[in-house]
């Protein structure tokens, strides 16, 4: 029994050897850098080739707050084309990230600002990428 076992382990170390290749050379896992604007993440459409969402570097019509690990206003009602400026109150982190993806302000640190400018009617749920539990609507008339 003991010369099955050990022959089995052979093999089985053979194969783990042999599924990792005979050069020798491994690959590094692809770094991940911190959230950044909607170039990484892809925009939404309303099938006319328009962004529903865009990250803007401007002020926006609306103002909204990342304070006390909340966003507040909850929900924000806006028209197409206005754009939030949501700033960070908190000494940590935030990010404006909508659920679907589609949109994501990037990591804004105490005092910094993210913006989102809207460009098709709908509801938008959104969340901070840091703290999950901090979420949002946005109601786009």
Not at 65 to 78: E, Q, V
């Amino acid at each position: 029994m003991r010369t099955w076992t050990t022959a089995v382990f052979g093999i089985l170390l053979t194969l783990a050897f042999a599924a990792c290749g005979s050069s020798g050379a491994t690959s590094a896992p692809a770094s991940e850098g911190p959230a950044s604007a909607a170039s990484e993440a892809p925009a939404a459409s309303n099938g006319t080739g328009a962004a529903a969402c865009e990250v803007v570097q401007e002020v926006g019509t609306v103002q909204a707050k990342a304070a006390g690990f909340a966003f507040s206003p909850d929900p924000i009602t806006i028209s197409v084309g206005d754009a939030i400026t949501w700033t960070n109150g908190d000494s940590a982190p935030h990010t404006v990230t909508l659920d679907d993806g589609s949109c994501d302000t990037g990591q804004f640190g105490q005092g910094e600002t993210g913006t989102i400018r809207f460009n098709v009617a709908g509801t938008y749920a959104y969340h901070c990428a840091v703290h999950p539990n901090m979420k949002g609507t946005i109601v786009v008339e």
